[in-house]
Each structure stands twice: as structure tokens, then as C-alpha cells.
């Protein structure tokens, strides 16, 4: 960033040197042109016969009296040309430095650098597979983790990156997200968002029930008792304690809420599985 404002002022004051300059390989021309026909028109008189030295005198007086008020008069605009020029130089400087930086900072609306980068990066690892975003995951993190921090306030968007990670089972980077929402939106969680955060801190986990797996699920549940993943995953939690009967009943509440047939089937089969197993 220090490297682009130092390159734009540079831009800038070049660009002032160049159309401020006042040096003119021509700029006492008028001067001495006047000074030659002065000369000259002096000798022209002194040649003159006739006339008395003192009405040569007077004539040489008048004719030099011209001429200083042709060069002051040329001066005088000199000074307004060099005024004007400096002030349009200035000016376009400035827009130039303006338009330079404001490609960075935005502050137009235009969108900023980084902000683009950050969209060709993010775009590139979405769209990429699945060897593709292991090769490039340290770049994602740093740029992702710098996006959070950047846009604490746009719950919205970092909920669409994050869901995006956890569909392309990218749940350590995607809890990043989802973690960040639940710190500073977390009255504005749904359950199902909820339930999708310990989702992605499950998977991430290892696939185990921590403590911290736990208190998020008894937290969706509370904010949604409806919601067909938690149940489900409450019923892998009873699961693992060997309590089969705790597991049936999560997963048949869990069930009536899928709206996915096919996942209803396979879920409706694991209890039929279960209820054999319980009844052998």
C-alpha cells in the first residue's frame, strides 16, 4: 500500500512539472525584437535630414515609450499564461492522484484493488478442485481470514462464504466463517444456521462430540427443536453412548422434518437397522 501512494505522488508531481513548466526557449524573443527595431528605427532617424536634433530626440522618446508599454503588456500576460497554466497543472495532478488512489481505497465506489485480488482468489479456489484448493489453501486462508476481519458488519456475505466451504467440505475454513458469526451475530443465528455451525465444528473435529460440538447442538435445538439436522446429529450423539433408544427417537423426530426423500429414505432405513439390532 506504502509502495502505491509513493508511486501515485510521483505520478502527480511529474505530471505538475511538466504542464506547470514556465521555460520557454523563446521567451525574451519579444524582448530583444523590440530592442533591434528600436536600434534600428534610431539610426533611421539620426539619418533623416531636415529635422532638428531635438525633434529627433522627441521622435527616438515616443518610439521607445511604445515599445516599453508593448513589452509590459506582453509581460503582463506572461504572468496570467504562467497562472493559468499552473493552476490547470495542479488540478490535473491532483485528479490523477485522486483517480490513482481511489482505485485502492474506493472511496468512489469504484471497488477497490484488493478487493479484486481477494474475488479472483476466492473465485479461483471455489471454482477449483479438490487438488487445486489443497495446493492453494495457506493463499485462501490468509486472504479469507483478512475478508472476515475487514467485514465484521456484512453478516450476510461471510454467511454465503461460509456455507460455500462447508458444501465443498472445507469445514476447517469454513468454521472460521461460521465462527465469526456466531461472536458478533449471534442473536441473528437461526437455528438452522446454528445447526449447520456445529455441523461444520463436528466434521472438522474429527467426527467426535466434544464438549464444544455438544453445547452448540443444545443450543440449535433450543433456538429450532424442529431442525432435521440436529436431531440427527443429537441421534449419532446417543449413538455413540449406546443409548439406541434416545437414537431412535431423534432420528424419527428427524425424519418427519426432511423434505429430501431420498435422504428420508436413508435415514428411515439407519432406524429400521437400529430397531432390528435393539429387538435381537
Same mark, same amino acid.
Given at each position: 500500500?506504502?509502495?502505491?501512494?509513493?508511486?501515485?505522488?510521483?505520478?502527480?508531481?511529474? *505530471?505538475? #512539472?511538466?504542464?506547470?513548466?514556465?521555460? !520557454?526557449?523563446?521567451?525574451?524573443?519579444?524582448? @530583444?525584437? &523590440?530592442? =533591434?527595431?528600436?536600434?534600428?528605427?534610431?539610426?533611421?532617424?539620426?539619418?533623416?535630414?531636415?529635422?532638428?536634433?531635438?525633434?529627433?530626440?522627441?521622435?527616438?522618446?515616443?518610439?521607445?515609450?511604445?515599445?516599453?508599454?508593448?513589452?509590459?503588456?506582453?509581460?503582463?500576460?506572461?504572468?496570467?499564461?504562467?497562472?493559468?497554466?499552473?493552476?490547470?497543472?495542479?488540478?490535473?495532478?491532483?485528479?490523477?492522484?485522486?483517480?490513482?488512489?481511489?482505485?485502492?481505497?474506493?472511496?468512489?465506489?469504484?471497488?477497490?484493488?484488493?478487493?479484486?485480488?481477494?474475488?479472483?482468489?476466492?473465485?479461483?479456489?471455489?471454482?477449483?478442485?479438490?487438488?487445486?484448493?489443497?495446493?492453494? *489453501?495457506? #493463499?485462501?486462508?490468509?486472504?479469507?481470514? !483478512?475478508?472476515?476481519?475487514?467485514?465484521?458488519? @456484512?453478516? &450476510?456475505? =461471510?454467511?454465503?462464504?461460509?456455507?460455500?466451504?462447508?458444501?465443498?467440505?472445507?469445514?476447517?475454513?469454513?468454521?472460521?466463517?461460521?465462527?465469526?458469526?456466531?461472536?458478533?451475530?449471534?442473536?441473528?443465528?437461526?437455528?438452522?444456521?446454528?445447526?449447520?455451525?456445529?455441523?461444520?465444528?463436528?466434521?472438522?473435529?474429527?467426527?467426535?462430540?466434544?464438549?464444544?460440538?455438544?453445547?452448540?447442538?443444545?443450543?440449535?435445538?433450543?433456538?429450532?427443536?424442529?431442525?432435521?439436522?440436529?436431531?440427527?446429529?443429537?441421534?449419532?450423539?446417543?449413538?455413540?453412548?449406546?443409548?439406541?433408544?434416545?437414537?431412535?427417537?431423534?432420528?424419527?423426530?428427524?425424519?418427519?422434518?426432511?423434505?429430501?426423500?431420498?435422504?428420508?429414505?436413508?435415514?428411515?432405513?439407519?432406524?429400521?437397522?437400529?430397531?432390528?439390532?435393539?429387538?435381537?
Amino acid at each position: 500500500m506504502l509502495l502505491l501512494i509513493l508511486i501515485s505522488l510521483l505520478i502527480a508531481i511529474v *505530471t505538475y #512539472l511538466i504542464f506547470s513548466s514556465t521555460k !520557454d526557449e523563446n521567451i525574451n524573443d519579444r524582448h @530583444k525584437e &523590440n530592442l =533591434i527595431l528600436f536600434d534600428s528605427e534610431s539610426e533611421v532617424i539620426n539619418t533623416l535630414e531636415g529635422l532638428e536634433l531635438q525633434t529627433k530626440n522627441k521622435l527616438k522618446e515616443e518610439r521607445e515609450l511604445l515599445l516599453f508599454q508593448d513589452s509590459s503588456k506582453d509581460s503582463i500576460n506572461r504572468v496570467g499564461t504562467t497562472g493559468r497554466k499552473k493552476f490547470f497543472s495542479f488540478t490535473l495532478s491532483f485528479i490523477g492522484l485522486f483517480f490513482i488512489l481511489s482505485i485502492y481505497f474506493h472511496p468512489s465506489g469504484l471497488g477497490s484493488y484488493p478487493e479484486l485480488q481477494n474475488a479472483k482468489v476466492f473465485e479461483s479456489f471455489f471454482n477449483g478442485n479438490k487438488t487445486y484448493r489443497v495446493e492453494n *489453501t495457506e #493463499l485462501f486462508a490468509k486472504k479469507f481470514i !483478512d475478508y472476515i476481519d475487514l467485514n465484521l458488519d @456484512k453478516g &450476510n456475505e =461471510i454467511y454465503v462464504l461460509a456455507k460455500k466451504l462447508k458444501n465443498l467440505e472445507e469445514f476447517g475454513l469454513s468454521e472460521l466463517a461460521y465462527r465469526s458469526l456466531f461472536t458478533h451475530h449471534r442473536e441473528d443465528l437461526s437455528g438452522d444456521m446454528l445447526a449447520e455451525f456445529t455441523q461444520v465444528v463436528y466434521f472438522s473435529s474429527g467426527r467426535k462430540f466434544t464438549e464444544q460440538v455438544k453445547e452448540l447442538l443444545n443450543f440449535s435445538l433450543l433456538k429450532n427443536p424442529e431442525n432435521p439436522v440436529a436431531l440427527t446429529m443429537k441421534g449419532l450423539q446417543y449413538l455413540g453412548e449406546k443409548n439406541l433408544d434416545q437414537t431412535i427417537i431423534q432420528w424419527t423426530k428427524a425424519a418427519s422434518f426432511i423434505s429430501n426423500v431420498q435422504e428420508k429414505e436413508e435415514l428411515e432405513v439407519a432406524i429400521e437397522a437400529l430397531n432390528y439390532r435393539k429387538n435381537q
